[in-house]
C-alpha cells in the first residue's frame, strides 16, 4: 500500500519561509511525477508544483514561480516543497501526491483527479 506522509507545516508570518517534506512508500517505481496540491478553506483545491523523480524536470502554477522550489531524494523517495516569501494567500492545507501508476509529469499535472495517493496533509498559515 502507497503510504505518503507529510511534514514541515507551520505558522509563520508574511515574508517567512517553510519546507515541506513528503516521505513515499510502498511503490517500487524507479521514478514517478509526484506533486504538492493545496486547498484552502472555500476554495478548490490547487496544484502547486511537481517534479518528475527520474529526471529533476520541474513544473509551478504561476502565483508561486520564483517563490517556491519542489526537490528530491530519490533514494529517500521524499519531495521537498522550499517555500520562501511566503504569502498570506497561501495559507491552506498542502498534500502530497502520486499518480496510480509511473508516469512522466505533463500538461495533466495541475488535474487532481490524476492522482490516486494522496498524503494526510499539512497545515501552512501564514499572518500578515
Known amino acids: 500500500q502507497v503510504q505518503l506522509v507529510e511534514s514541515g507545516g507551520g505558522s509563520v508570518q508574511a515574508g517567512g519561509s517553510l519546507r515541506l517534506s513528503c516521505a513515499a512508500s510502498?511503490?517500487?517505481?524507479?521514478?514517478?511525477?509526484m506533486a504538492w496540491f493545496r486547498q484552502a478553506p472555500g476554495k478548490e483545491r490547487e496544484g502547486v508544483a511537481a517534479?518528475?523523480?527520474?529526471?529533476?524536470?520541474?513544473y509551478y502554477t504561476d502565483s508561486v514561480k520564483g517563490r517556491f522550489t519542489i526537490s528530491q531524494d530519490n533514494a529517500k523517495k521524499t519531495v521537498y516543497l522550499q517555500m520562501s516569501n511566503l504569502k498570506p494567500e497561501d495559507t491552506a492545507m498542502y498534500y502530497c501526491?502520486?499518480?496510480?501508476?509511473?508516469?512522466?509529469?505533463?500538461?495533466?499535472?495541475?488535474?487532481?483527479?490524476?492522482?490516486?495517493?494522496w498524503g494526510q496533509g499539512t497545515q501552512v498559515t501564514v499572518s500578515s
Open positions: 517534479i518528475y523523480t527520474g529526471r529533476d524536470d520541474t
Open positions: 510502498g511503490y517500487t517505481y524507479a521514478a514517478n511525477c
Open positions: 501526491v502520486v499518480p496510480g501508476y509511473a508516469r512522466t509529469c505533463g500538461s495533466w499535472w495541475p488535474n487532481d483527479l490524476e492522482y490516486k495517493y
